[in-house]
C-alpha cells in the first residue's frame, strides 16, 4: 500500500509540473548550446537564415535559459533607500526573446529593434519588481540603476511589464527578474517551431549551424523537456 501510495504521489507531482502555468509557451521551443559564443557575432545572420524557412517561428538568445542558471545583480531606484542590498535575476536577452518564449507584455510595450536606446537603456521588469523596488503602480518610464561591477551603475528605463514567469526550478520560488540587452554574449539560442514540422525544423537548424560554426558541436534540447 505504501508503495502505491508513493507512486501516485509520484505522479501527481510529476502531473503538477506538466501542466503548471509557467508564464511562458515552453513548447516547440529548442535551446541549442552555444559554447564559448560561438555564433554569438553571426547571430543576425543566423536568425535571418533560420526565418526565411516557414518551419521556423522564430529565433531568439539568451544567457539564461528558464530552468537554468541566472545572475543576480544588485539594483537601486530613487523609491529605495541608499543602504538597502536589492538583488534581482537579470536575464541577458536579444530583442526576439520575449515572442520566442510567447511572454506576454502586460504593460508598456516590447523592445524594439529600430530604437537604439533599447540596446542600451531599456528593460522589461516582472511585476514582482514592482513591489520589491517601490515603484509606481504604472512603472513605465521609471529609472532602475544596475550594478555593472566596479563601481558602474548603468541607468536603465522600464519599457515594459511581463508576468512572473516561472524562470526558476519549480522548487524554487519565482524571483524578481528583469530582462534586458545587457550585452551581445549568450549562452543558448532559442528556436520556435511551427507544428508539425519539428524534425524538419531542427534539421534546418542543425544544417544552417554547421555551415556557419563547423568547429563547434550542434547540441539541443526541446525547453519542456528540460
Known amino acids: 500500500i505504501m508503495m ?3 507512486t501516485l504521489m509520484v ?19 529548442i535551446a541549442i548550446k552555444n559554447d564559448n ?6 547571430l543576425e545572420l543566423y536568425k535571418t537564415t533560420l526565418l526565411a524557412d516557414p518551419k521556423i517561428s522564430s529565433v531568439s538568445a539568451t544567457l ?5 542558471l541566472r545572475p543576480l545583480i544588485q539594483v537601486r531606484t530613487e523609491e529605495t533607500a541608499a543602504d538597502q542590498d536589492l538583488t534581482v535575476a537579470g536575464i541577458n536577452v536579444d530583442f526576439d526573446y520575449l515572442k520566442t518564449m510567447g511572454m506576454e ?7 524594439d529593434p529600430r530604437l537604439q536606446t533599447d540596446s542600451t537603456e531599456a528593460i522589461i521588469i516582472n511585476k514582482r519588481m514592482i513591489g520589491y523596488l517601490g515603484l509606481p503602480d504604472d512603472p513605465i518610464e521609471s529609472v532602475v540603476e544596475i550594478n555593472a561591477g566596479n563601481g558602474v ?3 536603465k528605463k522600464v519599457i515594459g511589464v511581463v508576468e512572473d514567469v516561472n524562470f526558476e526550478p519549480l522548487n524554487r520560488k519565482t524571483e524578481e527578474a528583469f530582462y534586458a540587452h545587457l550585452f551581445p554574449a549568450y ?16 534539421a534546418k537548424a542543425r544544417q544552417t549551424w554547421e555551415q556557419m560554426v563547423p568547429g563547434q558541436p550542434f547540441s539541443y534540447s526541446f525547453i519542456e523537456d528540460d
Open 105 to 111: 507584455i502586460k504593460a508598456g510595450r516590447n523592445f
Open 187 to 202: 549562452s543558448f539560442i532559442l528556436v520556435k517551431l511551427r507544428p508539425g514540422e519539428f524534425a524538419a525544423g531542427i
Open 64 to 68: 539564461s535559459k528558464p530552468g537554468g
Open 37 to 42: 559564443n560561438a555564433l554569438s557575432q553571426q
Open 11 to 29: 505522479y501527481r507531482q510529476l502531473d503538477y509540473l506538466r501542466h503548471k502555468d509557467l508564464g511562458f509557451d515552453k513548447e516547440a521551443v
Open 153 to 155: 551603475w548603468q541607468r
Open 4 to 6: 502505491i501510495l508513493g
